[in-house]
Each structure stands twice: as C-alpha cells, then as structure tokens.
C-alpha cells in the first residue's frame, strides 16, 4: 500500500515511520510512504504556505493552492482517483473499522493541516475528513501518524503474525484479553502506595504484593486458556466498553459465555477484574 502524506514538518513524518513495524515493511517493499512538504508546492520567494483568515480573527489558515498543486502533482504521478484524508478535528472519528476499509485501498493521501487549519477550499479535492479524537491538536502531522499506523498494520504482510492483528482490540467488536508474560510471579507494592507517599500526611507504610500469573495460563491446556481467554475478553468488554457488545462478531461460545456475563452481573457478582 502507498502512503502519500503532505506536511510542512517533513521530518516529523520521515523520523517516525523509519522505525519499528511500519519502518520494516517500507524496508521490505510492503508500505511505501511519501513524505511531501507542502512549500515545495508554493511559486512565490519565501515559500509562504499560510495567511491571515479573511473576515478577521487570530491565527493563520492554509492556503488552497499549494495544496491543489501537491495533490495535481500527486494525481499526476500515481493516476486518478485519488482517496484523500484531510485531518481534522471536525472529521469521522477514526474507528478500527473505518482503519479497515481504509486499508483495502491500495493508495492513500494524508493531508496534515497547522494553524487554523485548511482554507475551506481545499474540502473540495477531498474524499474523506478524519478526526483521531475530540480533542485538538497543534498539527496534522501525528494525526497522520495514527491514522498510517492504524491502517497500514492490517495490510498483509505489515505486522508478521497475522493472528495478533486478528485478537487485537476492536477486530471483532471487544477489547483484547488481558496478557502475562515471564516470571510466573512478580513481587511489587501495592497499587495506591504512590497516592499515599504523596499526601501532605507524609509516605504511609507499602505493602508488598505477589502478583500471580493466572493458573490456568500455566497449565499447558488450550481448550482451556482459549475458554479463560474469551471470558476474559468479554468480562473485560461488559466491563468498560458495553456498548461495543451489540455490534461484536461473536461465535456461539462466546454467546453462551456473555449469557453467563451478564446472569452474573445483574446477580451482583463483581467482573471485568482481572
Ligand atoms: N481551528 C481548527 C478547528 O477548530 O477545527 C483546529 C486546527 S488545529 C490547531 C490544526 C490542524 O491539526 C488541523 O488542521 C488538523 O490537521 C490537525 N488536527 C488537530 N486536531 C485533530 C484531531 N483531533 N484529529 C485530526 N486532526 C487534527
């Protein structure tokens, strides 16, 4: 998959996706990501890419016709149509199945706005707006980040193991299942120890804790850790994201033990604990 991404901060997009899953599948051919600063596009001397709002009121506003020339440019090298993401505060929230579709494409524009944002023109030569979250950030740039990072670890061949995109968070509609790693045990003070060292009352005593790794991940049998798994992951989900459980791919298993959930829960039985 291309990613053709314009910026007047080259270097914040170029730093960033030299390193980790993304900077080894461009290494390896699987990603391609143009970096295009937006003042090459621009005719006069000092390369101005902004100017005041008309109309009046503070801050800048991109102007359109460096950016119809990045995207002509663009248009002219990779052939028409073009999908083209402006980032925006005001776009679709970015969602793993918006990160899905978007996926499928084989060519993507990200257009990384600063200041005040675009000139309203620009919308024109857009497809899609997208907004990372209801908060407001200085520039487009780690936007545009999130949204490559996002997309390009479901194009085949991106991230080696398949089946960890697969269980990821959101792919089917629930939040992953918790996760251990080595030792089986781990002594540490108890959660809450560094609200108290910080009270005006002065540190209280910590209390040391071993933190166990379920048993059942230990014991060798995948019947069962597949099962504890998916309890996990709904008990999780019920927990803190109900609201994705309507619309959640569930296979029949994990239908009958969300019943179970839920009899629980409306029992009084604490969940989503782990
Ligand atoms: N005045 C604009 C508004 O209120 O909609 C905000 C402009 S913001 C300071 C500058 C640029 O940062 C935007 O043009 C956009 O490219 C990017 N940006 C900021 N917050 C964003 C968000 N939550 N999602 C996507 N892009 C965002």
Known sequence: ????????????????????????????GTLEVKVHDLRDFTTDRHRVVDDVPYGGGPGMVLKPEPIFRALDAIEGQRGRPLTVVLT???????????????????????????????????????????????????????????????????VPGVVGDEQSVAEDSFHRGLLDFPQYTRPAEVTTT???????????????????????????LLSGNHAEI??????????????????????????????????????ERDKGVEYGRD
């Open 190 to 216: 108890r959660a809450g120890s560094v609200e108290r060292a910080t009270t005006l009352a002065g540190p209280g005593p910590v209390d040391p804790a071993v933190l166990k790794v379920p048993d059942v």
């Open 88 to 154: 925006s505060p005001q776009g679709r929230r970015l969602t793993q199945a918006e990160a899905e579709r978007l996926s499928r494409l084989a060519h993507l524009v990200l257009l990384c706005g600063r200041y005040e944002g675009f000139d309203e023109r620009v919308r024109e030569r857009v497809t899609d707006e997208i907004s990372i979250g209801d908060y407001v950030l200085s520039g487009g740039e780690l936007p545009a980040l999130v949204i490559l990072d996002t997309v390009a670890r479901l």
């Open 1 to 28: 998959m291309t990613f053709d991404i314009v910026t007047i901060f080259p270097a914040m997009i170029e730093q960033a996706v030299a390193t980790g899953i993304v900077g080894r599948a461009i290494e390896r």
């Open 226 to 263: 597949r099962r504890w798994r998916k309890r996990a992951a709904l008990s999780r989900t019920l927990a803190r994201r109900p609201e994705l459980l309507s619309e959640a791919d569930l296979d029949e298993e994990e239908r009958e033990i969300l019943r179970e959930l839920v009899a």
